[in-house]
């Protein structure tokens, strides 16, 4: 399945990456299976979307759980907490 | 009508609300709130400030957050503009302007809509001190603040 990454703020610059497509294996089925997906990467990845850390996820321009599924071609990102206004 | 507007230039309060309001003569009460850049953070000097956001939700999270307080309030109307990029201090970021038949409603959507841009809408601060640049902190009274609109919450603002 095909998943578009965007990261922003502290997560970006920590990845040094704003946005990626990416493949994702079988049995990433949910935003939170693309985190832990992401971990495996090491380095920066495991640190900054550690399981500790406060992090915001949305998914298609929506704020969700780590329980929401995923579909081919969605927008997955990835974020600190917000600090407009 | 929503309007919802996230933007690099600045804006002008006056003309916003005359607008925001124009030919709508059932409205009696116009509440307003802007945020601006303070030279003073956590103790560090504000020299500059920059605002990121993810542009295509930012949009989206903002229209629903209108969207709440105008179900919420029936007849009001909501404005909310945000302004993006290099800020300096004493500069506009924010302005939210809400209208109703009577002064409690647009208060309370006024201070409704800001409760959730704090903490639903996408954008980030980043300040430049003196000691270089940092990310600012999200601050645990804004989501307070936010479940204080929540239907169960015991202090029932605004329910």
Not at chain 1, 44 to 63: I, P, Q, V, Y
Not at chain 2, 29 to 39: E, I, M, N, S, W
Not at chain 2, 86 to 102: G, N, R, S, Y
Request: aromatic share 6%; with cysteine; hydrophobic share 40%.
């Amino acid at each position: 399945m095909k998943v578009e990454l965007r990261f922003f703020a502290g997560v970006r610059e920590a990845l040094g990456v704003a946005n990626e497509s990416v493949e994702v294996p079988d049995g990433v089925a949910s935003v939170g299976d693309v985190r832990a997906w992401l971990r495996t990467r090491g380095g920066a990845w495991a640190e900054t979307l550690a399981e500790g850390r406060s992090l915001r996820m949305a998914c298609n321009h929506e704020m969700t759980d780590p329980s929401r599924r995923i579909t081919d071609g969605c927008e997955v990102a990835f974020f600190p907490p917000v600090t407009g206004g | 009508m929503t309007r919802v507007r996230v933007q690099e230039a600045d804006f002008d309060i006056s003309t916003e609300v005359a607008a925001l309001r124009a030919d709508n003569p059932k409205v009696g009460a116009v509440a307003c709130f802007v945020g601006t850049v303070r030279d003073l953070n956590e103790g560090n000097t504000v020299q500059a400030m920059e605002l990121e956001h993810y542009p295509g939700m930012t949009e989206k999270a903002l229209e629903a957050i209108a969207g709440q307080a105008r179900d919420r309030w029936p007849g009001s109307d909501v404005l909310i503009v945000h302004r993006v990029g290099k800020l300096l201090p004493l500069d506009q970021i924010v302005l939210v302007a809400t209208t109703a038949v009577h002064r409690g409603e647009a208060f309370e959507s006024c201070a409704f809509v800001m409760d959730y841009l704090k903490t639903q809408a996408p954008f980030w601060k980043k300040e430049k001190t003196e000691h270089g640049e940092k990310w600012v902190d999200a601050r645990e009274s804004d989501d307070a603040a936010r479940a204080r609109w929540d239907p169960e919450s015991k202090k029932g603002a605004g329910a």
